[in-house]
């Protein structure tokens, strides 16, 4: 490969991560049997929440719920629009909380990106479909380490998906997960994670990811071992790019997924 291409190649990846720091991820508060559940919808610097941008809005469906009895959407309710509430009070047990960022396309010529594809922006040095997906497990109620939800796919485009419950887990044991790519196990893929308090660093002009605490690829299952090497709230994190299916309308497919949980927390 001569020169010319390695800077042309270096600076389409260089564009594409720039594109995408923002990473979507799920939080949600202690809760106790019997009472409303409350979640936020991270979107911008891990681990600070910030309001969405207005007319970013339609492009994240509602937070839903995942239990026995199937998915149902959490109504956004609370000081901020991030922040959403179920509907009803919840029974102990261990759910999951899930977020999806619908697909949308990012092009970006001289002038900077814009939210079309290249059809609408011909002059594009780069253009991708992103797809990102949220997943957090919640434990309701302080016994609750039930796997029974929580290792089941919810059907994301890319997902990871734990295979036991993070309750579990004690700091510096493996916590194993399988990532998918429609459905099926993705090898090779790197899976990065990181905790609340790693990274104290300012990106707030940067928009860069934060540092990871942890790296590793998945195997030809799709299973990789997290060592969560401190307690407290942690984010992992895996990408996975295809060509997108039609050239002249974008480059790229892209899709980013997070898992997040508590390491050792301290009931209160």
């Known amino acids: 490969m001569n020169t010319f291409k390695m800077l042309m190649l270096t600076g389409t990846l260089m564009l594409s991560t720039a594109a995408h720091a923002h990473r979507v991820w799920v939080e949600t508060g202690h809760t106790h049997g019997g009472e409303i559940l409350k979640a936020e919808l991270g979107y911008g610097e891990f681990p600070d929440m910030e309001p ?3 007319d970013r809005l339609n492009i994240f469906k509602p937070l839903q719920l995942v239990t026995a009895e199937g ?12 922040q959403y509430q ?24 001289a002038a900077g990106w814009k939210r079309v594809d290249m059809k609408a922006m011909p002059d594009a040095t780069y253009c991708e479909q992103t797809r990102m997906y949220g997943k957090n497990i919640v434990n309701v109620g302080h016994e609750s380490a039930d796997t029974a939800i929580i290792t089941k796919p919810v059907g994301h485009k890319l997902e990871i998906v734990p295979l036991d419950n993070p309750a579990n887990i004690h700091v510096g044991e493996r916590f194993k997960v399988k990532v998918l790519f429609n459905g099926e196990p993705l090898p090779n893929a790197t899976l990065t994670a990181t905790f609340d308090g ?8 940067t928009h860069k990811v934060e540092a990871q605490a942890f790296s590793d690829k998945t195997g030809a299952d799709g299973t ?8 407290g709230f942690w984010k992992a994190n895996v990408e996975h790019s295809t060509a997108y299916s039609d050239p002249a309308v974008c480059q ?15 009931h209160h």
Do not use: C, M
């Open 198 to 205: 790693f990274d104290t660093s300012d990106r707030s002009k």
């Open 52 to 54: 969405i941008a207005a």
């Open 86 to 109: 179920s509907k009803r009070p919840v029974r102990d047990g261990s759910y999951l909380v899930i977020a999806e960022y619908l697909p949308t396309f990012w092009s970006k010529n």
């Open 71 to 82: 998915k149902q959407d959490l109504q956004q309710k609370g000081e901020h629009n991030y």
């Open 252 to 266: 790229k497919q892209a899709n980013y997924s997070t898992l997040t949980f508590e390491i050792g927390h301290a």
């Open 224 to 231: 990789v071992d997290i060592i969560p090497l401190r307690q």
